[in-house]
């Protein structure tokens, strides 16, 4: 099945530290991928869409500058996180979706837990 | 009101109880997502249906588009399918965006 690897999977670092996420897909090309956010009990939130060689769509409320992805080929996106604060600590997953004509599944990393002191 | 609702919130069971959640929602969709995540954080897409039925190993999902619900069972339950599971619908129009049920907690005993 399709495989999306993300890293790393924990990371601590100080504040203003500026950390990068990378999410790869291994065995098929990517033509989308996601970035979502999720605090402690709470669901999924949608940061930003990454398609491979354009700009990312930020959702409302998530600041561009604050988090930079780029989506330079078709199997890999990254995440950074710039100048990170306590506040920016979460749990940051990424999804990939295989190109085709019908409506495709999203596959998940494994997530990166961040910790900023 | 979220636009899709699942419950219970929280389960717990023993070991071998058939399991059922429930996810309703209130938008058209195009796919219906069942995301198994585990303690670590992990999600595992298990299922994404448009209709009907799907099964694989102890799992079902079944969907009923007019009534706009859906809901995965688990038979033979075991303590290694404790997990969260969240019902995520991706709505009609092109938009790729998933809307996401807050998740049902499941803790199966041995």
Same mark, same amino acid.
């Given at each position: 099945g399709a495989? =999306? *690897?993300?890293?790393?999977?924990?990371?601590?670092?100080?504040?203003?530290? *500026? =950390?990068?996420?990378?999410?790869?897909?291994?065995?098929?090309? @990517?033509?989308?991928?996601?970035?979502?956010?999720?605090?402690?009990?709470? *669901?999924?939130?949608?940061? @930003?869409?990454?398609?491979?060689?354009?700009? @990312?769509?930020?959702?409302?409320? =998530?600041?561009?500058?604050?988090?930079?992805?780029?989506? @330079?080929?078709?199997?890999l996106s990254t995440l950074t996180v710039t100048s990170a604060h306590p506040e920016d600590s979460s749990f940051y997953i990424c999804s990939a979706r295989a190109p085709g004509p019908r409506v495709q599944p999203q596959h998940f990393g494994d997530g990166t837990r961040l910790s900023i002191l | 009101k979220n636009e899709v609702e699942q419950s219970p919130q929280n389960l717990t069971a023993q070991e071998g109880e058939f399991i059922t959640i429930n996810c309703s929602y209130s938008v058209g969709i195009s796919a219906l997502h069942w995301l198994q995540q585990h303690p670590g954080g992990g999600i595992v897409s298990l299922f994404m249906l448009s209709s009907g039925k799907k099964k694989h190993g102890r799992l079902i999902a079944t969907i009923n588009i007019q009534e706009k619900h859906s809901s995965l069972h688990i038979t033979a339950s075991h303590p290694r399918d404790s997990a969260v599971y969240i019902c995520a619908a991706r709505p009609q129009g092109g938009s790729e965006k998933l809307v996401f049920g807050k998740g049902t907690k499941l803790t199966v005993n041995p």
């Open positions: 495989v =999306v *690897s993300q890293h790393p999977s924990w990371v601590i670092c100080k504040s203003g530290t *500026s =950390v990068k996420i990378e999410c790869r897909s291994l065995d098929f090309q @990517a033509t989308t991928m996601f970035w979502y956010r999720q605090f402690p009990k709470q *669901s999924l939130m949608l940061m @930003a869409t990454s398609n491979e060689g354009s700009k @990312a769509t930020y959702e409302q409320g =998530v600041e561009k500058d604050k988090f930079l992805i780029n989506h @330079a080929s078709l199997t | -």
